[in-house]
């Protein structure tokens, strides 16, 4: 009886510590922002100054926002993606949206649109994905507005206040369609330790 009760307790506290891994906070991150997925008006640094302000750590879900039919998102090679070429791809292309990819692996991700000239017009982004969340938070790449020098004559129409609102993190999205991404293997991996655990509990209590 004594053996069966310590069996039990590892079990479950094998149990809780899977839950808890499976149950870890993942961030969704809606790439552009407001803009969603489009041919960006400001050419592909558009896509890279919003990828540089935020921080994608392994189990994060990017979530491509567009139209079905009117984009595309495909992963690819740096190769590919500095030259807007399909060729190569990482997975199928998704055509229909919004589509949540979940990024699996700590390295750079490369995505871009194959529709027409849209990549070459800028709709392309990469990720830098870290294995564990950095301690010192992404710096602004924003600057901050510079000090007038001659207050005394201000004009009665100065945008001001408007132009140093920052800009919403995040902002609504609609329900992405239910879709497994490329490269998602944590599920896989925490069922088969589960699988693994509960028959080396079976063989001890028989």
Request: net charge neutral.
């Amino acid at each position: 009886m004594e053996k069966f009760m310590s069996v039990m307790v590892i079990l479950f506290g094998v149990i809780a510590a899977v839950f808890l891994q499976c149950a870890k906070a993942q961030t969704v991150h809606v790439v552009g922002d407001s803009i969603g997925w489009t041919v960006p008006t400001g050419g592909a640094s558009s896509y890279q100054t919003w990828a540089a302000s935020k921080q994608f750590v392994v189990g994060d879900i990017l979530l491509f926002n567009f139209v079905t039919n009117a984009h595309d998102v495909l992963q690819v090679p740096k190769e590919s993606y500095d030259s807007c070429s399909s060729s190569n791809p990482i997975g199928d292309i998704i055509t229909t949206g919004p589509i949540n990819v979940t990024l699996s692996a700590a390295s750079t991700h490369y995505y871009i649109c194959t529709v027409g000239r849209h990549c070459l017009s800028g709709q392309k982004i990469s990720v830098t994905v870290s294995s564990s969340p950095s301690v010192v938070p992404p710096t602004s790449t924003s600057t901050p507005p510079s000090t007038l020098t001659n207050p005394a004559t201000p004009s009665p129409t100065s945008g001001t206040s408007a132009d140093c609102t920052p800009t919403p993190a995040s902002s609504p999205a609609p329900t992405p369609r239910t879709m497994s991404p490329p490269n998602s293997s944590s599920s896989g991996v925490f069922v088969s330790l589960f699988i693994s655990l509960l028959s080396i509990f079976i063989v001890l209590l028989f």
